[in-house]
């Protein structure tokens, strides 16, 4: 399981589903690319929100990034420190 704040990427921009978003932590600091595994998850959906995501970890030894291709995705409350600043 990951957690993170889903936001959009300015590189990887593909326009079907090998899209990437990247998945931020509470620093705003990217900590995995994440790419739809399932047709059904559309993760410009989730731009902005706070989730947990579920997955398979992989390592893009080309773009040096953590890929994780998401097959699971759930909302989570905001973490303390971001309460109050939406």
Not at 15 to 42: C, F, H, W
């Amino acid at each position: 399981m990951v957690k993170g704040r889903i936001a959009r990427s300015a590189v990887f921009t593909a326009d079907n589903q090998n899209r990437r978003y990247r998945i931020l932590d509470n620093d705003g600091k990217t900590i995995y690319y994440a790419m739809s595994q399932d047709e059904n998850i559309n993760l410009e959906n989730w731009v902005g929100k706070q989730t947990c995501l579920s997955g398979k970890v992989q390592y893009d030894s080309f773009g040096k990034v953590r890929l994780l291709h998401v097959s699971g995705i759930v909302e989570v409350p905001a973490p303390e420190n971001d309460r109050g600043q939406e």
